[in-house]
């Protein structure tokens, strides 16, 4: 059996250690906040996450850009040159064109290298939903599954794969055209905290508008309870928009009512930061559907 990489974006959000002890590649996404453009590195050589929701705070704005069909196709050759197969787990193809870019450079370099398999994977997933996916896949890469196999159990366990968040603020989402600016102002106004999730087509979509953070932040945990699968047997991840306190308080809410396997927590990287904004904080377990 050949060899083979899993590669990813930095939009899954996964720190350098565990990236680190999966063995996977990450490509970093670029991302512009005022008139400097910066890379999404996990190590965070360019731009500390906390000095990134620092700006945002003070009232700099952030836009990111997708990843060129050049750059997936000078990082896939650069593994297929060295006699290994790629398989590459996108950024959901409804919230960017990242994916899309993917596909052109696999289409192109499997031309090139017909005796190799460039397999590239749509997770509709985003954050450390993205993130868990890859987690899952490395883990059963490393214990052996091969490229093939574990393709077929990628699309087959994707759309198990739960995203649940909610935001502090409405602005981003307002900017995002996640909710109107009528919408932005009266829920600001009434303390309204909108709970969203990732929905089958990789689309970030409202569930339910609740009033007060403490309760939008217990609702997460209500909507684990309903779907999770086996949780005392799951690794289950939490990413926040620079709000590690409440982010430790649902993470302590899961642990007591279910009694999870583990959980791994990081920020939300400023890729999707710009778009949901400090105080965001996700959960991202595996349910019966999402």
Known sequence: MRDYVIITDSTSDLTSDLINE???????????????????????????????????????????SLVNTATFMDLFESFLKEGKDVLYMGFSSGLSGTYNSSCVAAQTLQEKYPDSKIYTVDTLSASMGEGLLVYHAATRKNSGMNIDDLRDWIEDNKLKLCHWF?????????????????????????????????????????????????????TLLKMMEKTAIKPEEQTI???????LEEAESLANLIREKLNVKDIKMNYIGPVIGSHSGPGTIALFFLGTER
């Open 22 to 64: 999966l063995g996977i590649t990450v490509i970093p996404m670029e991302f512009n906040v005022g008139d400097k453009s910066y890379l999404n590195y996990s190590d965070e050589r360019e731009i500390t996450y906390k000095e990134f929701y620092s700006l945002l705070r003070n009232g700099e704005s952030s836009s990111t």
């Open 166 to 218: 909610t935001v502090d603020d409405l602005y981003h989402l307002k900017k995002g055209g996640r909710v109107s600016a009528t919408a932005a102002f009266l829920g600001t106004m009434l303390g309204i905290k909108p709970v969203l999730h990732v929905d089958n087509e990789g689309h970030l979509i409202p569930v339910e508008k609740v009033r007060g953070r403490k309760i939008s932040i217990t």
């Open 237 to 243: 991840f939490i990413s926040h928009g620079d709000c």
